[in-house]
């Protein structure tokens, strides 16, 4: 009978005990983790409470390496060397899966980016690399590193392989790399060199336009004003619209070449292409004027007025096309109604 009775307590004891158990389990699992906590933290914007919980977190557990990724994000923004320490401490653990390095050393990419150490920058993701060759992000962190130093052989290299990787083509991109090279050879003088690039350009991407610009820009600086002004040409008549910033340069240069009857050709062709070009339709007018062809002239002007009654260029030609026979009371109303329209230049704040 005793044994009965023992046996009877030591069960109850034993299912009071499993029955504790399980109800602690069941709060536990109830009770968010110090981990969640920073979550929690981090997605409200609650970097100072979302640090304090990771630095908990991995005080109680030094194997936790998301949570130390986390804490090396958050001190990056403003203490980029503490992230660094608390990221390359995760370079020594042994047995890592290669996943997991992976994002140690993105995390560190980005450390040293912050801190524009960009060589640094780049071995890190250059070790991204070396552990998994396609590896999307690094080539793309890569790219953009070798845009930030403007080296744009490399940027264009890195891009058609990504380009490679993800079966898409953008042969712009590529045209703008190889006319910014362009660009920075031009501003060293390297002029021979610099064309070469721009025409490059023009290969790659046979509707980028802005390569003739600059290759006349070349040709301008060699005292070449012929070729300037036939690429000069190219590029208004392929931008028609970017196109009329080139104007003056292309007037000037016909002029110096004693060519000026050809500026009126110039500005036929551009309004065949674009009869709307109002700044065609202005500087043709002016070009017919100083030949005296002012009927013609006036019957330009009121057909860009037409067009845009508030184009100040237009108005103002059509004031200096009617100064000698208008009153100055006309004049004069009508420079107040082309004050009137200007905008009102804002004080600084």
């Known amino acids: 009978m005793d044994i009965v009775i023992t046996f009877f307590v030591l069960a109850t004891v034993a299912g009071g005990i499993a029955y504790w158990l399980t109800i602690k389990s069941e709060r536990n699992k109830l ?4 981990y969640t906590d920073a979550l929690t933290a981090i997605i409200r914007g609650d970097t100072l409470k979302a ?31 503490q992230a660094i320490k608390v ?40 070790v991204v690399l070396r552990l998994e060759k396609r590896n999307l992000w690094a080539t793309q962190f890569l790219t953009d590193l070798a845009v930030k130093t403007r080296n744009w052989p490399e940027a264009a290299r890195l891009t058609k392989l990504i380009q490679r990787m993800t079966n898409q083509s953008d042969n712009r991109t590529l045209a703008e790399f190889e006319c910014n090279e362009g660009r920075d050879l031009l501003n060293k003088d390297q002029l021979e060199d610099a064309r070469s690039a721009f025409q490059r350009a023009l290969k790659t991407d046979k509707t980028y336009a802005l390569p003739y610009y600059y290759i006349g820009i070349t040709y301008e600086r060699e005292e070449n004003l012929v070729k300037a002004v036939e690429n000069w040409e190219k590029f208004a008549l392929a931008d028609l619209e970017g196109g009329v910033c080139v104007y003056p340069k292309i007037e000037s240069a016909l002029f110096d070449l004693g060519r000026f009857s050809e500026i009126e050709r110039f500005y036929r062709h551009i309004l065949e292409q674009d009869s709307g070009n109002l700044e065609a339709l202005v500087n043709l007018a002016n070009v017919l004027d100083e030949k005296g062809d002012r009927k013609e002239a006036l019957q330009l002007v009121d057909e860009a007025l037409h067009k845009n009654s508030d184009d100040v260029h237009a108005r103002l030609m059509k004031m200096k096309l009617t100064v000698q026979n208008g009153s100055p009371s006309e004049l004069a109303r009508e420079i107040d109604k082309i004050i009137e329209d200007l905008p009102n230049q804002q004080l600084p704040s």
Do not use: F, M, W
């Open 31 to 34: 009770k968010p983790s110090l």
């Open 87 to 126: 990221h390359q401490s995760l370079t020594v653990r042994p047995n890592l899966p290669k996943p997991v390095q992976i994002l140690i050393h993105q995390e560190l990419a980005r450390d040293y980016l912050a801190l524009e150490e960009y060589s640094r920058a780049k071995q890190e993701a250059e």
């Open 51 to 81: 640090v304090h919980h990771l630095r908990e977190t991995v005080k109680k557990n030094s194997e936790h390496i998301d949570a130390y990724l986390h804490l090396g994000c958050l001190y990056r923004d403003g203490n980029p060397q």
